[in-house]
Structure formats: structure tokens, C-alpha cells
């Protein structure tokens, strides 16, 4: 079994308009890797250049924030994770 990500609206454009994307992974940050893997082109808008999180970037695992510290905490078969992102301007 593996783990299901919840794709943000403004990112499916990545995920050939998949609103759910299922991947393996021990950690955030395998399951997140892996779905770049899967789809190189939301790399960049996820990760900075040390696969650091965007500020913008806010991971739910199972609908609770994971934040702080994301990006390590640990993940099952069958945690769902979701992608948002804080959207700004005027």
C-alpha cells in the first residue's frame, strides 16, 4: 500500500491535471521526492536548489499541519498527504 498526495489546485498543472497522486515513502520527503520523480516538472515548485520546502509550501499529513519540520516526519502505508499553497497578491 502507499501513500496518497492530495495535489493543490494551482500545481495539478504538473500532475497532467491528477488531483491524487499515490507513491511510496517512509518520510514527507520521499513521498514528495517520488512524486517528482513521477513528475520532474513540480520539483521546482515545491523544492528550492537544497530540497528545502518553498515558504510558500504547507504539507497536511492526514488533514493535521505536519509543520514544523515537515519534511522528516514519518509517514505509513495509507497516510494521505496534502499539498497547499499559500497564494498571495492584489
Same mark, same amino acid.
Given at each position: 500500500?502507499?501513500?496518497?498526495?492530495?495535489?493543490?489546485?494551482?500545481?495539478?498543472?504538473?500532475?497532467?491535471?491528477?488531483?491524487?497522486?499515490?507513491?511510496?515513502?517512509?518520510?514527507?520527503?520521499?513521498?514528495?521526492?517520488?512524486?517528482?520523480?513521477? &513528475?520532474?516538472?513540480?520539483?521546482?515548485?515545491?523544492?528550492?536548489?537544497?530540497?528545502?520546502?518553498?515558504?510558500?509550501?504547507?504539507? &497536511?499529513?492526514?488533514?493535521?499541519?505536519? &509543520?514544523?519540520?515537515?519534511?522528516?516526519?514519518?509517514?505509513?502505508?495509507?497516510?494521505?498527504?496534502?499539498?497547499?499553497?499559500?497564494?498571495?497578491?492584489?
Amino acid at each position: 500500500m502507499s501513500i496518497k498526495i492530495n495535489i493543490h489546485v494551482t500545481h495539478r498543472q504538473y500532475t497532467n491535471n491528477q488531483k491524487t497522486i499515490e507513491v511510496d515513502g517512509g518520510t514527507v520527503k520521499e513521498a514528495l521526492l517520488n512524486l517528482c520523480g513521477k &513528475y520532474p516538472d513540480i520539483k521546482p515548485q515545491l523544492f528550492n536548489e537544497k530540497n528545502q520546502l518553498l515558504r510558500h509550501i504547507e504539507i &497536511y499529513i492526514n488533514s493535521e499541519s505536519a &509543520y514544523p519540520d515537515e519534511l522528516n516526519k514519518t509517514v505509513a502505508p495509507g497516510d494521505e498527504l496534502h499539498i497547499t499553497a499559500f497564494l498571495s497578491g492584489g
